[in-house]
Protein backbone atom coordinates (compact mmCIF):
# COMPACT_ATOMS: atom_id res chain seq x y z
CA UNK A 1 0.00 0.00 0.00
CA UNK A 2 2.73 2.28 0.79
CA UNK A 3 4.42 1.64 -2.08
CA UNK A 4 1.36 1.99 -4.48
CA UNK A 5 0.53 5.69 -2.58
CA UNK A 6 3.87 6.74 -3.29
CA UNK A 7 4.00 6.07 -6.93
CA UNK A 8 0.75 7.51 -6.91
CA UNK A 9 2.57 10.73 -5.12
CA UNK A 10 5.08 10.68 -7.67
CA UNK A 11 2.97 11.03 -10.25
CA UNK A 12 1.48 13.84 -8.21
CA UNK A 13 4.77 15.74 -7.91
CA UNK A 14 5.93 15.38 -11.79
CA UNK A 15 2.54 17.56 -12.21
CA UNK A 16 3.45 19.75 -9.69
CA UNK A 17 7.11 20.21 -11.52
CA UNK A 18 5.41 20.68 -14.49
CA UNK A 19 3.17 23.44 -13.19
CA UNK A 20 5.85 24.94 -11.55
CA UNK A 21 8.22 25.29 -15.23
CA UNK A 22 4.85 26.61 -16.37
CA UNK A 23 4.43 28.89 -13.87
CA UNK A 24 8.51 30.09 -14.42
CA UNK A 25 7.36 30.18 -18.58
CA UNK A 26 4.13 32.72 -18.00
CA UNK A 27 6.45 34.49 -15.87
CA UNK A 28 9.72 35.32 -18.65
CA UNK A 29 7.01 35.57 -20.91
CA UNK A 30 5.02 38.49 -19.51
CA UNK A 31 8.26 39.90 -18.30
CA UNK A 32 9.73 39.72 -22.42
CA UNK A 33 6.29 40.96 -23.79
CA UNK A 34 6.05 43.81 -21.32
CA UNK A 35 9.21 45.18 -22.15
CA UNK A 36 8.62 45.36 -25.93
CA UNK A 37 6.33 48.31 -27.26
CA UNK A 38 2.62 48.61 -27.02
CA UNK A 39 0.95 47.08 -29.30
CA UNK A 40 -3.30 46.95 -29.57
CA UNK A 41 -3.03 43.34 -31.35
CA UNK A 42 -1.03 41.76 -28.31
CA UNK A 43 -3.10 43.10 -25.82
CA UNK A 44 -5.60 40.13 -25.73
CA UNK A 45 -2.53 37.38 -25.64
CA UNK A 46 -0.73 39.34 -23.20
CA UNK A 47 -3.92 39.37 -20.90
CA UNK A 48 -4.46 35.97 -21.36
CA UNK A 49 -1.05 34.93 -20.27
CA UNK A 50 -1.38 37.58 -17.20
CA UNK A 51 -4.73 35.66 -16.65
CA UNK A 52 -3.06 31.95 -16.66
CA UNK A 53 -0.43 33.69 -14.38
CA UNK A 54 -2.37 34.72 -11.93
CA UNK A 55 -4.31 31.80 -12.00
CA UNK A 56 -1.62 29.54 -11.29
CA UNK A 57 -0.42 31.77 -8.42
CA UNK A 58 -3.94 31.51 -6.54
CA UNK A 59 -3.05 27.88 -6.80
CA UNK A 60 0.87 28.70 -5.62
CA UNK A 61 0.89 26.72 -2.41
CA UNK A 62 1.41 23.25 -4.98
CA UNK A 63 3.26 21.39 -2.53
CA UNK A 64 0.98 21.86 0.17
CA UNK A 65 -1.93 20.85 -1.78
CA UNK A 66 -0.29 17.40 -3.04
CA UNK A 67 1.30 16.61 0.76
CA UNK A 68 -0.51 14.38 2.47
CA UNK A 69 -1.65 15.29 5.75
CA UNK A 70 -4.15 12.21 6.46
CA UNK A 71 -4.97 8.45 5.82
CA UNK A 72 -8.37 6.81 6.01
CA UNK A 73 -8.67 3.57 4.72
CA UNK A 74 -11.43 1.71 3.96
CA UNK A 75 -12.77 -1.90 4.46
CA UNK A 76 -15.81 -3.76 2.95
CA UNK A 77 -13.95 -7.08 1.43
CA UNK A 78 -12.63 -4.38 -1.09
CA UNK A 79 -9.80 -2.37 0.51
CA UNK A 80 -8.99 1.15 -0.52
CA UNK A 81 -6.30 3.44 1.19
CA UNK A 82 -6.72 7.40 0.40
CA UNK A 83 -4.17 10.20 1.36
CA UNK A 84 -5.65 13.32 2.18
CA UNK A 85 -3.97 16.65 1.56
CA UNK A 86 -4.44 19.49 4.71
CA UNK A 87 -7.65 20.76 2.96
CA UNK A 88 -9.66 17.81 2.90
CA UNK A 89 -9.10 16.71 -1.03
CA UNK A 90 -7.86 13.64 -1.73
CA UNK A 91 -4.30 13.70 -3.58
CA UNK A 92 -4.20 9.96 -4.10
CA UNK A 93 -5.67 6.41 -3.63
CA UNK A 94 -4.53 2.32 -3.75
CA UNK A 95 -5.88 -0.93 -3.25
CA UNK A 96 -5.26 -3.46 -1.06
CA UNK A 97 -6.40 -6.17 -3.00
CA UNK A 98 -8.06 -7.14 -6.01
CA UNK A 99 -11.67 -6.35 -4.81
CA UNK A 100 -10.17 -2.64 -4.17
CA UNK A 101 -8.60 -2.33 -7.48
CA UNK A 102 -11.50 -3.15 -9.31
CA UNK A 103 -13.22 -0.81 -7.21
CA UNK A 104 -10.77 2.11 -7.90
CA UNK A 105 -11.03 1.41 -11.70
CA UNK A 106 -14.30 2.09 -11.75
CA UNK A 107 -14.40 5.40 -9.87
CA UNK A 108 -12.78 8.83 -10.08
CA UNK A 109 -11.57 9.91 -6.42
CA UNK A 110 -8.38 12.21 -7.16
CA UNK A 111 -9.14 15.79 -5.88
CA UNK A 112 -12.61 15.25 -4.21
CA UNK A 113 -13.48 16.21 -0.54
CA UNK A 114 -13.21 13.25 1.78
CA UNK A 115 -17.04 13.04 2.41
CA UNK A 116 -17.37 13.11 -0.99
CA UNK A 117 -15.03 10.15 -2.03
CA UNK A 118 -16.25 8.15 0.75
CA UNK A 119 -19.89 8.74 -0.72
CA UNK A 120 -18.57 7.69 -4.09
CA UNK A 121 -16.74 4.21 -2.91
CA UNK A 122 -19.54 3.31 -0.50
CA UNK A 123 -22.00 4.00 -3.90
CA UNK A 124 -19.26 1.42 -5.73
CA UNK A 125 -19.21 -0.99 -3.20
CA UNK A 126 -23.17 -1.36 -3.21
CA UNK A 127 -22.94 -1.19 -6.82
CA UNK A 128 -20.95 -4.11 -7.33
CA UNK A 129 -22.30 -6.05 -4.68
CA UNK A 130 -19.56 -5.96 -2.01
CA UNK A 131 -22.14 -4.89 0.89
CA UNK A 132 -24.79 -6.89 1.62
CA UNK A 133 -27.59 -6.24 4.34
CA UNK A 134 -26.33 -6.23 7.62
CA UNK A 135 -22.28 -6.12 6.12
CA UNK A 136 -19.84 -4.56 7.92
CA UNK A 137 -17.87 -1.06 6.86
CA UNK A 138 -15.20 -0.59 8.82
CA UNK A 139 -12.61 2.84 8.43
CA UNK A 140 -9.66 4.26 10.16
CA UNK A 141 -7.93 7.49 10.24
CA UNK A 142 -4.77 8.31 10.95
CA UNK A 143 -4.17 12.67 10.51
CA UNK A 144 -0.39 13.76 11.16
CA UNK A 145 -1.84 16.63 13.29
CA UNK A 146 -4.09 13.67 15.35
CA UNK A 147 -6.79 15.21 18.01
CA UNK A 148 -9.33 17.50 17.16
CA UNK A 149 -8.76 16.87 13.20
CA UNK A 150 -8.87 13.27 13.86
CA UNK A 151 -12.25 13.40 15.08
CA UNK A 152 -13.88 15.93 12.96
CA UNK A 153 -12.71 13.56 9.89
CA UNK A 154 -14.11 10.55 11.70
CA UNK A 155 -17.76 12.69 12.19
CA UNK A 156 -17.59 13.46 8.32
CA UNK A 157 -16.74 10.06 6.87
CA UNK A 158 -19.44 8.45 9.72
CA UNK A 159 -22.13 11.19 8.26
CA UNK A 160 -20.76 10.26 4.28
CA UNK A 161 -21.20 6.51 4.73
CA UNK A 162 -24.13 6.47 7.13
CA UNK A 163 -25.97 9.11 4.36
CA UNK A 164 -24.99 6.69 1.51
CA UNK A 165 -26.67 3.67 3.18
CA UNK A 166 -29.55 5.59 3.57
CA UNK A 167 -29.76 6.97 0.23
CA UNK A 168 -29.76 2.91 -1.25
CA UNK A 169 -31.86 1.87 1.93
CA UNK A 170 -29.41 -0.77 2.72
CA UNK A 171 -28.70 -1.58 6.40
CA UNK A 172 -24.92 -2.01 7.59
CA UNK A 173 -22.97 -2.47 10.56
CA UNK A 174 -20.73 0.32 10.67
CA UNK A 175 -17.27 1.23 12.55
CA UNK A 176 -14.79 4.50 12.36
CA UNK A 177 -11.95 4.66 14.60
CA UNK A 178 -8.30 6.65 15.00
CA UNK A 179 -4.94 5.11 14.17
CA UNK A 180 -1.68 6.01 15.26
CA UNK A 181 1.56 6.62 12.80
CA UNK A 182 2.97 3.56 13.83
CA UNK A 183 -0.24 1.11 13.51
CA UNK A 184 -0.93 2.82 10.11
CA UNK A 185 3.31 1.81 8.72
CA UNK A 186 2.62 -1.41 10.14
CA UNK A 187 -0.37 -2.60 8.21
CA UNK A 188 0.87 -1.12 5.25
CA UNK A 189 4.44 -2.68 5.64
CA UNK A 190 2.00 -5.86 5.46
CA UNK A 191 -0.16 -4.65 2.21
CA UNK A 192 -2.90 -4.20 4.60
CA UNK A 193 -5.37 -1.60 6.08
CA UNK A 194 -5.09 -0.79 9.61
CA UNK A 195 -8.34 -2.06 10.97
CA UNK A 196 -7.41 -5.74 9.35
CA UNK A 197 -4.07 -5.57 10.55
CA UNK A 198 -5.67 -5.01 14.10
CA UNK A 199 -8.19 -7.64 13.79
CA UNK A 200 -5.54 -10.67 12.36
CA UNK A 201 -2.77 -8.99 15.45
CA UNK A 202 -5.89 -10.31 17.59
CA UNK A 203 -6.97 -13.42 15.59
CA UNK A 204 -3.07 -14.42 15.89
CA UNK A 205 -3.33 -14.08 19.57
CA UNK A 206 -6.10 -17.04 19.82
CA UNK A 207 -4.57 -18.57 16.91
CA UNK A 208 -0.91 -18.50 16.26
CA UNK A 209 -1.19 -20.64 13.51
CA UNK A 210 -2.98 -17.78 11.70
CA UNK A 211 -0.58 -15.61 9.45
CA UNK A 212 -1.28 -12.16 8.08
CA UNK A 213 -0.73 -13.34 4.28
CA UNK A 214 -3.18 -15.92 5.31
CA UNK A 215 -5.74 -13.62 6.26
CA UNK A 216 -5.05 -10.86 3.59
CA UNK A 217 -7.64 -11.76 1.09
CA UNK A 218 -10.62 -12.36 3.98
CA UNK A 219 -13.09 -9.69 4.49
CA UNK A 220 -13.11 -8.17 7.63
CA UNK A 221 -16.15 -8.98 9.01
CA UNK A 222 -14.74 -12.98 8.28
CA UNK A 223 -12.11 -11.91 10.20
CA UNK A 224 -13.92 -10.86 12.86
CA UNK A 225 -16.54 -13.90 13.02
CA UNK A 226 -12.94 -15.93 13.58
CA UNK A 227 -12.26 -13.94 16.46
CA UNK A 228 -15.66 -14.30 18.11
CA UNK A 229 -15.51 -18.11 17.23
CA UNK A 230 -12.35 -18.80 18.93
CA UNK A 231 -12.83 -16.08 22.03
CA UNK A 232 -16.12 -18.44 22.31
CA UNK A 233 -13.70 -21.67 22.51
CA UNK A 234 -11.55 -20.53 25.03
CA UNK A 235 -14.26 -19.23 27.25
CA UNK A 236 -16.75 -21.20 27.10
CA UNK A 237 -20.64 -21.11 26.06
CA UNK A 238 -20.91 -18.20 28.69
CA UNK A 239 -18.40 -16.88 28.01
CA UNK A 240 -18.52 -13.10 26.23
CA UNK A 241 -16.69 -12.17 23.18
CA UNK A 242 -14.89 -9.04 23.51
CA UNK A 243 -14.72 -7.06 20.12
CA UNK A 244 -11.16 -5.92 20.21
CA UNK A 245 -10.58 -3.74 16.71
CA UNK A 246 -8.11 -1.25 18.05
CA UNK A 247 -10.67 1.51 18.20
CA UNK A 248 -14.39 2.55 18.97
CA UNK A 249 -16.63 1.42 16.71
CA UNK A 250 -19.97 3.45 15.69
CA UNK A 251 -23.23 1.55 15.01
Not at 157 to 182: I, K, N
Amino acid sequence: MERELRNALDKVRAEETLKRKTADFLRAEIARRGRGRFHPRRRRPLAALCAAFAVLMAFGGFSLYFTPAAHIDFDVNPSVGLAVNRLGFVIAAAAYNEDGSDILRSVRLKNKPYGEAAQTLMSAFIAQGYLAADGLVSATVQAAEGGDRESRMLDALAGAVRSSLASHRLSAQTEFFPVDADVLNAAHGHHLTPAKYLAITRLRELDPAVTFESCAEHGIGEIRELINSHDAQHHGEGGGAEHQGGGHGHD
